[in-house]
């Protein structure tokens, strides 16, 4: 009940385009969702993050659509760029603990 | 404003010995949570520290153990090391307890042979 299953494993999109990352949860008691990103040789890095009380938030290129009733929420990338190419973990928090998902390696061919 | 800083960045043990592990949170964190990433099992919680007290603990064996220090400092120990705790470790902080943003570190990659 604490899994967090992301999907899809690995993502290529061309420049320009659109990626889409899509998460699953089960334990009802969450009540945070943060997106990190992350490099080769570095840690994590916070992206853009939601609460259940809201359906969707934007921050520039980077979208995150929650769907509550579902039990889950994606990213959504726009106008992908090469310089996106990276790995990305969704994760649901109850208190401090985040569980993450498995990651999507993300690549952006120019 | 700095961020998360973890000292050593890279680190070789040998099998049965201990390693400590330091974190100095963003200037202001009080909270700082650790995680354990290796390739098969993903990221994996493995403590929280706030104002000194570990708050929670992770499925991981006694062999993994903390403490936060008044400044919000924090060090990770593991003893009796085994090949399978060869992974990066990673600190991350947060202004306070409970469901808020966590910044984390660039971690610190140990390697046990």
């Known amino acids: 009940q604490q899994q967090v299953k992301q999907s899809p494993q690995s993502l290529i999109v061309q420049k320009g385009g659109i990626s889409i990352i899509n998460c699953a949860y089960e334990n009802t008691a969450f009540d945070y969702f943060p997106w990190y990103q992350q490099f080769p040789g570095k840690g994590p890095a916070l992206l853009i993050a939601i609460r259940p009380d809201v359906s969707e938030k934007k921050e520039g290129r980077f979208t995150i659509s929650f769907n509550k009733s579902a039990k889950q929420f994606s990213l959504h990338i726009m106008d992908s760029q090469p310089g996106d190419s990276a790995t990305y973990f969704c994760a649901a928090s109850s208190g401090s603990r985040l569980t993450f998902g498995e990651g999507t390696q993300l690549t952006v061919n120019p | 404003k700095a961020g998360v800083t973890q000292t050593p960045r890279y680190l070789i043990k040998t099998r049965g010995q201990q390693v400590t592990l330091s974190c100095s949170p963003i200037?202001?964190?009080?909270?700082v949570s650790w995680y354990q990433q290796t390739p098969g099992q993903g990221l994996q919680f493995l403590f929280e520290y706030f104002s000194e007290t570990q708050r929670n603990k992770g499925n991981f064996p006694g062999r993994f153990s903390g403490r936060q220090f008044s400044n919000s400092r924090s060090e990770m120990n593991v003893s009796t090391l085994e090949l399978g705790d060869s992974a990066l470790y990673l600190c991350?902080?947060?202004?306070?307890?409970?469901?808020?943003?966590?910044?984390f570190g660039p971690g610190t990659r140990l390697t046990v042979t």
């Open positions: 991350a902080s947060s202004w306070t307890e409970g469901p808020y943003e966590q910044y």
């Open positions: 200037s202001g964190h009080r909270s």
